[in-house]
């Protein structure tokens, strides 16, 4: 069966992106647009209008248009929100390019997606530079005081006129995004501005962030999920943003408290910190109306922890990069969210949940793979035929990856990936859940589960623990094995001091498994 959104369809509107989300920029004047956290640094709306021409127009000069590729490897700050919206007004695309990658990452990044031009800031210089002369980019450009490259204050001097370009929403490209690379190389999400658009107009049935809200993005501009849903949805409803380059909790919550945060777009990891860490005591955050999170599952009893806490509304949506992104949420008006559900279906969205195994469809209740079809939906991976063909099929149907399930409303709720399914005896073991279990301990700060390869079972879960307070390896699977199935039980745990994670929160299973089979010493 197809499970359909309960929201009208939309119109997407025949527009660029960047048209959309600076709309009433200009109207908007004074009003801060953007805060930098640490500095304080104010881009008001009007300053970012005249700001976004001004960028555009020395691209434009440099012969840089229609489907040019501009590489932003930045933290947030201001400024990413002005090269940003400037390349796509001089007809271009913009490949955000994750601040925590290497040299050879950010090289494989601008040479797969042929970046002509790189921004950036002067501490990345020792990445970003011998990256963009073996990438063949032809001019870096730096915010900050660094030779070899072009002050970014000389985009926004320059005198040259404003570049005539036509765009056409639903061909060109806006974004071209790489997806996490947790599983083989990385690969270029093709995101048109149709796509984008699209996305934004349907997360109005669901986000009502309005022009008095201040919202923190600490979530990286280089993800989808803070470029999308942060940054643009923000700025386009005339919010103030204030950016932080990196996450630390105590900074953090600083600016929740001295910035007077209206709203929140989080990850599990967050979640976790105010759930439980001690420094949240100490700090006001009685402005904070609503928190959001996404990126990754988030047990119930965890998002419930955090709300009661913080004192304010919380909401899980769902998506994925794919579907720019965003393709389930909760409503955040009271009464509408299910906890420990991602919500339902975005207006214009259709899913199918499938059986891993036959591709039969199911109905309520049934966990499966999600599909997704709808206007948000990728146009395919760039100059990679064979992943897009394996992900994207001939009816428009997004094969996720993703395991979940609709209840009888169509409140859908995440339970794994399909590939990090753990096979016990021909069972299916999704991490996820045991994870949710040990974490509700009050000894466990954080947990993540693995596949350990096993010749009776196949396979048999593993935890890794990062502990909070005295607790053995054996209390703790004495304390999963009470509350769950017992193919599902934990027959190891390992303590370690942190879980690594990707920086939109996703566990990094792989450098777990490579742990867990790595010889002692």
């Given at each position: ?25 200009t109207g908007l004047g004074d009003k801060p647009a ?260 996404g990126a990754a599952p988030l047990e119930a009893a ?163 623990v990062v502990p909070r307070g005295d607790i053995s ?49």
């Amino acid at each position: 069966m197809i499970f359909r959104s309960p929201y009208p369809d939309i119109t997407v509107p025949d527009v660029p992106l960047h048209h959309l989300v600076l709309q009433r920029a200009t109207g908007l004047g004074d009003k801060p647009a953007l805060i930098d956290g640490p500095s304080g640094r104010t881009l008001t709306y009007g300053q970012l209008a005249r700001g976004v021409e001004r960028v555009a127009a020395a691209l434009g000069a440099r012969g840089f248009g229609t489907g040019d590729v501009l590489g932003l490897f930045m933290p947030n700050c201001p400024e990413f929100a002005l090269a940003f919206y400037g390349a796509l007004a001089a007809g271009g695309v913009v490949t955000t390019v994750n601040s925590l990658g290497t040299e050879q990452d950010v090289e494989y990044q601008l040479r797969n997606a042929a970046a002509q031009l790189l921004v950036t800031v002067a501490p990345f210089l020792d990445r970003a530079a011998p990256a963009a002369r073996s990438a063949g980019v032809t001019e870096v450009i730096a915010l900050g005081a660094a030779a070899g490259t072009t002050p970014f204050a000389t985009l926004l001097a320059t005198d040259a006129p404003a570049p005539a370009v036509r765009i056409e929403p639903a061909r060109d490209l806006a974004a071209l995004p790489y997806s996490s690379g947790t599983t083989g190389f990385p690969k270029g999400v093709m995101l048109t501005h149709r796509n984008l658009v699209a996305n934004l107009v349907q997360t109005d049935a669901v986000h009502h962030v309005a022009e008095q809200d201040r919202v923190i993005a600490v979530l990286p501009f280089f993800h989808i999920y803070g470029l999308q849903v942060v940054m643009n949805l923000a700025l386009r409803r005339g919010a103030t943003l204030v950016t932080m380059p990196k996450f630390e909790l105590e900074p953090f919550l600083a600016l929740l408290q001295g910035q007077r945060i209206t709203r929140a777009f989080v990850v599990p990891p967050l979640v976790l910190a105010l759930a439980r860490h001690p420094a949240v005591d100490g700090y006001d955050l009685s402005c904070l109306r609503a928190m959001m999170s996404g990126a990754a599952p988030l047990e119930a009893a965890l998002e419930t922890a955090c709300a009661r806490r913080v004192g304010c509304a919380f909401i899980q949506g769902y998506g994925l990069t794919e579907a720019s992104p965003v393709t389930h949420a909760n409503s955040d008006e009271p009464g509408k969210a299910r906890a420990g559900t991602v919500g339902q279906l975005l207006p214009s969205t259709e899913c199918r949940v499938v059986d891993v195994v036959s591709g039969e469809d199911l109905g309520p209740n049934q966990d499966g793979e999600l599909l997704i079809r709808g206007p948000q939906v990728m146009r395919g991976y760039l100059n990679d035929a064979e992943a897009t063909a394996a992900t994207l099929d001939a009816d428009g149907w997004l094969h996720t990856g993703d395991i979940g399930h609709a209840d009888a409303d169509g409140y859908f709720t995440i339970v794994d990936r399909a590939k990090e399914l753990i096979k016990v005896k021909g069972f299916q073991v999704p991490p996820a859940e045991l994870e949710a279990v040990l974490r509700t301990h009050p000894a466990v700060a954080d947990a993540a589960v693995i596949p350990l390869p096993d010749e009776h079972c196949g396979e048999v879960p593993k935890a890794f623990v990062v502990p909070r307070g005295d607790i053995s390896a054996a209390d703790l699977m004495a304390y999963v094995a009470e509350r769950v199935a017992p193919y599902k039980k934990i027959r190891a745990v390992e303590f370690i001091d942190a879980i690594p994670k990707s920086p939109s929160g996703k566990i990094l299973r792989r450098m777990l498994k490579e742990r867990a089979v790595a010889p002692p010493g």
